[in-house]
């Protein structure tokens, strides 16, 4: 159990603290922006080098080390993503008139870059786990990506709450394939009762194993899963959940003397399409 709640307080704090910094980082100056990216690059790179390493080292701190790791190759996609450097080769607004099939694909092209993107890192995870004792690097991307991949349906296909106020100004279209209904969906439902799932079974078994590797890494998976609920939740209910985040683009603002304008990434060209539609 001492595993466990360790390990619960270090993934909250670690989702928590890399989230911010993330959003701090991609609303920086337009002249920081591409040394922000540079940076958290150069990151990733130690990030996928010391997923390499603790591979074959089956300990409670290499589990955390490899959980580390994914957290910082995560973070680099997110940036890259909310920089606008890997979206979609679509960005714009979704057509009044587009609905079923048409409106998917229209989505689809908005993203698909970055997608393909997280879908090669995942790949190279798993190239780097096969056979290895110490698979929690790629456990944790996976995990992010399933939980990630299961917000951005239900998004598309309606949720009763949608925080797009953090939705940076030039990445605005992206809204307008969201679409909001009251209640609970049934996909949002099935999201949340498979999500919940994983949670309870990844717990038992990290409260019933063994002490060291195994109830470490079990616990962090445990942990990355529970998180998962709350931002599901998050999705079905009008929670206040975007003040987690938003002291950042305040402190940003404040900084820069922008009481209402946060500065558009430089990648984005200048590019500022808005658009705010509830049902796409």
């Given at each position: 159990?001492g595993?466990?709640?360790?390990?619960?307080?270090?993934?909250?704090?670690?989702?928590?603290?890399?989230?911010?910094?993330?959003?701090?980082?991609?609303?920086?100056?337009?002249?920081?922006?591409?040394?922000?990216?540079?940076?958290?690059?150069?990151?990733?790179?130690?990030a996928?080098?010391?997923?390499?390493?603790?591979?074959?080292s089956?300990?409670?701190?290499a589990?955390?080390?490899g959980?580390?790791?994914?957290?910082?190759?995560?973070?680099?996609?997110?940036?890259?993503?909310?920089?606008?450097?890997?979206?979609?080769?679509?960005?714009?607004?979704?057509?009044?008139?587009?609905?079923g099939?048409?409106?998917f694909?229209?989505?689809t092209a908005?993203?698909?870059?970055h997608?393909?993107?997280l879908?090669?890192?995942?790949?190279?995870?798993?190239?780097?786990?096969?056979?290895?004792?110490?698979?929690?690097?790629?456990?944790?991307?996976?995990?992010?990506?399933?939980?990630?991949?299961?917000?951005?349906?239900n998004?598309?296909?309606?949720v009763?709450?949608?925080?797009?106020?953090?939705?940076?100004?030039?990445?605005?279209?992206?809204?307008?394939?969201?679409?909001?209904?009251?209640?609970?969906?049934?996909?949002?439902?099935?999201?949340?009762?498979?999500?919940?799932?994983?949670?309870?079974?990844l717990?038992?078994?990290?409260?019933?194993?063994e002490?060291?590797?195994p109830?470490?890494?079990?616990?962090?998976?445990?942990?990355?899963a529970?998180?998962?609920?709350?931002?599901?939740?998050f999705?079905?209910f009008?929670?206040?959940?975007?003040?987690?985040?938003?002291?950042?683009?305040?402190?940003?603002?404040?900084r820069?003397?922008?009481?209402?304008?946060?500065?558009?990434?430089?990648?984005?060209?200048?590019?500022?399409?808005t658009?705010?539609?509830?049902?796409?």
């Amino acid at each position: 159990m001492g595993e466990y709640a360790l390990a619960l307080g270090f993934v909250i704090l670690a989702w928590w603290a890399s989230t911010a910094a993330v959003m701090w980082l991609a609303w920086q100056a337009r002249s920081a922006q591409r040394l922000s990216l540079g940076t958290v690059g150069v990151l990733a790179v130690g990030a996928a080098a010391l997923a390499f390493f603790v591979r074959f080292s089956p300990t409670a701190g290499a589990a955390y080390l490899g959980f580390a790791a994914a957290l910082v190759l995560w973070g680099w996609h997110e940036l890259a993503f909310l920089l606008g450097v890997v979206t979609g080769p679509r960005r714009e607004p979704c057509p009044p008139d587009a609905v079923g099939g048409r409106r998917f694909r229209l989505a689809t092209a908005t993203v698909i870059h970055h997608e393909l993107a997280l879908a090669a890192t995942l790949v190279l995870l798993a190239a780097l786990s096969w056979g290895a004792p110490n698979a929690v690097a790629f456990w944790t991307f996976a995990g992010l990506w399933a939980l990630r991949l299961s917000a951005k349906l239900n998004l598309f296909f309606g949720v009763a709450h949608v925080s797009d106020e953090l939705v940076p100004p030039h990445l605005r279209y992206l809204t307008s394939y969201f679409r909001r209904r009251p209640g609970v969906s049934p996909w949002l439902l099935l999201a949340l009762l498979a999500t919940v799932a994983v949670s309870v079974v990844l717990t038992v078994a990290a409260t019933g194993a063994e002490p060291g590797y195994p109830a470490t890494a079990l616990s962090l998976l445990a942990a990355l899963a529970l998180l998962g609920v709350l931002e599901h939740l998050f999705l079905a209910f009008p929670m206040q959940d975007a003040r987690l985040w938003r002291w950042v683009l305040e402190g940003i603002s404040a900084r820069q003397g922008r009481a209402h304008e946060l500065p558009v990434p430089a990648f984005a060209g200048g590019d500022d399409r808005t658009n705010g539609g509830d049902d796409g």
